[in-house]
């Protein structure tokens, strides 16, 4: 009889093309609906810069990837020795101000990125529970859970980076067997696109749960047992967006410094750029900050899911 009871529960649950849709409705629901003004608030304050920001580092960072690549096309064409060198020497030093430029930025953009991810998943799961935030709960909570956070996002860029470099780095060993190259590359994306579904989900364990680190990332994939093909949509969508975000930059880019020697970048072109692409910078904002809203809808759902399954088992046990 037990059995007859599992089997019935676990046919009752929703497919992941209809849990797809529900979750999607209900984040919608939630950002224009039940949260707009705390949500509006989150967007002109946190996410909206951190998106300006991003795309005025692309801009500024652009022209200098460029001439590194340039540079060291030169240098493999060149015959001369000396010249090489000292092509080679003047790419070292276009490396270095782009890192300079990357470390410059990258405390407000985390810091931006921090506080729009805590704050957005603090506010729907409130709402999800049938709580009332405001924004001033949703920044207490910062205060609070900043530090577990912090050491789950550093595990998340750490098992991000490994996914990066190991496919690369066995691709670059493969590269006289393309087919093998191919199936590598093939499985390396599968494999990144898994762990942007987990550690996603496993930044809002951080913020709700007492867990963090490899244990919120661990109880995250314990989640999505059963449902990680919706995980994997989530992501592949995200990823599909931010791709086309980052295409239409690049062109938009070409496109305006044409002719240029991309030495440099002149102020004005970078103003004038950023202001022809204030409705990307806009979208690319909120597909950010909605992320968080879908990824909280998510684990909620998850959560209430294996909360039942608990139940369920546990009056299975006593009979």
């Known amino acids: 009889m037990p059995t007859g009871e599992n089997s019935n529960h676990i046919s009752q649950e929703p497919n992941n093309i209809f849990l797809l849709a529900k979750i999607i409705i209900n984040s919608f629901k939630i950002s224009l609906f039940s949260t707009k003004k705390i ?21 500024l960072t652009f022209p200098l990837k460029k001439r590194i690549q340039h540079l060291e096309e030169i240098s493999l064409f060149s015959s001369i020795h000396v010249e090489s060198k000292h092509l080679l020497e003047e790419a070292n030093e276009e490396a270095k101000s782009l890192l300079f430029l990357k470390i410059l930025f990258l405390f407000p953009t985390f810091l931006l990125s921090f506080l729009t991810a805590v704050t957005t998943v603090n506010v729907v799961f409130s709402v999800c529970s049938n709580g009332k935030p405001t924004i001033l709960t949703a920044f207490t909570t910062v205060k609070v859970v900043w ?8 595990c998340v860029y750490v ?9 690369g780095m066995l691709v670059a060993f493969f590269k006289t067997r393309p087919f093998v190259r191919v199936v590598i590359e093939v499985i390396g994306s599968g494999l990144e696109l898994h762990m942007m579904a987990v550690t996603s989900l496993a930044l809002v364990v951080s913020v709700n749960e007492g867990m963090y680190g ?9 989640l999505m047992e ?11 969508l995200f990823v599909l967006f931010s791709g086309l975000v980052r295409g239409t930059m690049e062109m938009s880019m070409e496109m305006a410094m044409d002719g240029s020697d991309f030495k440099r970048v002149e102020s004005t072109v970078v103003i004038n750029f950023l ?7 806009f ?37």
Do not use: H
Request: proline share 2%; net charge positive; hydrophobic share 55%.
């Open 159 to 167: 098992i991000m980076l490994a996914c990066t470099i190991v496919p």
């Open 275 to 281: 202001w022809d692409n204030v409705v990307w910078i």
């Open 39 to 59: 949500s509006f608030l989150i967007f002109f304050f946190l996410s909206f810069p951190l998106s300006f920001f991003l795309f005025l580092l692309s801009v």
């Open 214 to 222: 490899f244990d919120a990332i661990r109880f995250g994939s314990g």
């Open 283 to 319: 979208l690319y904002a909120l597909m950010v900050q909605w992320s968080f809203v879908v990824t909280t809808v998510f684990y909620f759902d998850l959560k209430k899911r294996d909360s039942i399954k608990s139940d369920r088992d546990s009056e299975i046990s006593l009979v």
């Open 226 to 236: 059963g449902k990680r093909v919706c995980g994997w949509v989530f992501s592949g």
């Open 147 to 154: 530090i577990r956070v912090g050491a789950t996002t550093m």
